[in-house]
């Protein structure tokens, strides 16, 4: 489960480990969440920061109370024109799947070593390791662009991200289309429209299936067409 949302290089506890809360175990990469029971999930001991504790709460509260009515299948979504336009992902290079390795720019150090000073590699960030596409299932995990699927939709923008559209929701600007095609890979999957904050924000995207539930982070749009921005 953490294979599919979270890549080795993401530092933060709570993204880079599942974690137990609410008789389940959590899992995320910052743009979209699923929780399976714990007899269900792989060992964890791992608790939540305080910090998030309120939010799987509210959550989870919301879960309870949306309407049967409410819930939506993923089918429509996934037929989107956007969704049928493909091209190979550059990340993985149709893969799938990357590897961590060694920077060859700087030797793995982080460093050059340029006229007697030393300056930052800016291929690696400073850190000697760079992600590699993978052919090799073992030691990989998924591709954070495609999410595994080794092509993305052409129809983008900021270069990484493609909005689809919910259905009957204008405040929404939309979900982005790998966790759209990735979660409804889950069985019996459902998603719930979000609750209204703003005339162009809106909550999380709940999401359900046959053994657990979770949430997507929608895609937002800036307000002023000349700053065309998306951001989780």
Known sequence: MRRMHCGPSQFRHVLTENFRALGMVFASDRGAMIAIPEDDAPLCTATPVKSMEATLDQLHLQLVETPK????????????????????????????????????????????????????????????????????????????????????????????????PLPDTPHCFGVDAKYVRLLAQLPGAQW????????????????????????IMPLRESVLPKHHQARH
């Open 69 to 164: 009515s409410a819930w939506r299948g993923f089918a429509p979504l996934l037929e989107h024109p956007k969704l049928q336009d493909l091209e190979e992902c550059p990340e993985c290079k149709g893969s799938g799947w990357m590897t961590t390795a060694t920077c060859t720019h700087c030797k793995g150090i982080g460093e050059h070593l340029n006229r007697g000073e030393f300056n930052p590699c800016y291929e690696c960030g400073e850190s000697g390791e760079v992600d590699r596409p993978s052919a090799d299932i073992a030691g990989a995990f998924a591709c954070d662009l495609c999410k595994g699927a080794g092509d993305i939709p052409k129809d983008r923008f900021l270069k990484r991200f493609c909005n689809i």
């Open 192 to 215: 719930a429209p979000p609750q209204r904050i703003g005339e162009y924000d809106c909550g999380a995207i709940l999401l359900r299936f046959d053994t657990g539930w979770g949430a």
